[in-house]
Nanobody
Framework: QVQLVESWGGLVQAGGSLRLSCAASGRSFGSYHMSWFRQVPGKEREFVAGISWGGDSIYYADSVKGRFTISRDNAKSTVYLQMISLKPEDTAIYYC??????????????????????WGQGTQVTVSS
């Protein structure tokens, strides 16, 4: 079992920045690939960014490339999402998710929410125009 807790969402003006954190407890955090997803009411949960268990492979959705940065600190069992130049369309609930160490994650599997074993409760990010 892995428990995930997101924090540091909030309300920010367009062009502003936020840094989300996701703290993990339970089984070895370092053995999981980690991703951030987001969801708005009435829409499917979408992939935002992903980082491999060792941090050497990183992926972003096209909509956030150049603005968001995912990172992890395995010693602290925490994954981060630094967001800059925020836009109103970034408004969503942001979730972190853990995927077991599996070579298939490096392909299309990382984009599929149902392939992840553990989820946090989410943190709201609201970007005002």
């Amino acid at each position: 079992q892995v428990q995930l807790v997101e924090s540091w969402g909030g309300l920010v003006q367009a062009g502003g920045s936020l840094r989300l954190s996701c703290a993990a407890s339970g089984r070895s955090f370092g053995s999981y690939h980690m991703s951030w997803f987001r969801q708005v009411p009435g829409k499917e949960r979408e992939f935002v960014a992903g980082i491999s268990w060792g941090g050497d492979s990183i992926y972003y959705a096209d909509s956030v490339k150049g603005r968001f940065t995912i990172s992890r600190d395995n010693a602290k069992s925490t994954v981060y999402l630094q967001m800059i130049s925020l836009k109103p369309e970034d408004t969503a609930i942001y979730y972190c998710a853990a995927h077991a160490q599996d070579i298939r994650w490096y392909g299309s599997r990382k984009y599929r929410p149902d392939e992840y074993s553990y989820w946090g409760q989410g943190t709201q990010v609201t970007v005002s125009s």
